[in-house]
């Protein structure tokens, strides 16, 4: 499976920015997809993640309310769409794939991609 996420950038405080990932290689809708961050000198990091079908998602508790993750299997792309970001939001974001689901939040990631990268400016 190859992932390539794109739609990172500078933004101000307070704005908003949506990631995408591209799936190849692989029939997409056996996949689910996270999103997970690393920021600069710590560990990366869980953001959110989608069942095959787009039915379940989770999220951390840093992103709730804030993050909406979502799928289009048609095009073999997930989303992240980021709301009211903020200087800790910034990190390279990274889509991964699983062949996996697990109901209880826990994502095994089996596939990465690239990074991209968000700095959210105070």
């Known amino acids: 499976v190859q992932l390539q996420a794109s739609g990172g950038g500078l933004v101000q405080t307070g704005g908003s920015l949506t990631l995408s990932c591209a799936a190849s290689?692989?029939?997409?809708?056996?996949?689910?997809m996270g999103w997970f961050r690393q920021a600069p000198g710590k560990e990366r990091k869980f953001v959110a993640s989608?069942?095959?079908?787009?039915?379940?998602?989770f999220y951390a508790d840093s992103v709730k309310g804030r993050f909406t993750v979502s799928r289009d299997n048609a095009k073999n792309t997930v989303y992240l769409q980021m709301n009211s970001l903020k200087p800790d939001d910034t990190a390279v974001y990274y889509c991964?794939?699983?062949?996996?689901?697990?109901?209880?939040?826990?994502?095994?990631?089996?596939?990465w991609g690239q990074g991209t990268q968000v700095t959210v400016s105070s």
């Open positions: 989608i069942s095959w079908d787009g039915s379940a998602t």
């Open positions: 991964a794939a699983s062949r996996t689901w697990s109901n209880d939040g826990f994502y095994e990631s089996h596939y």
């Open positions: 290689g692989r029939s997409f809708s056996q996949l689910s």
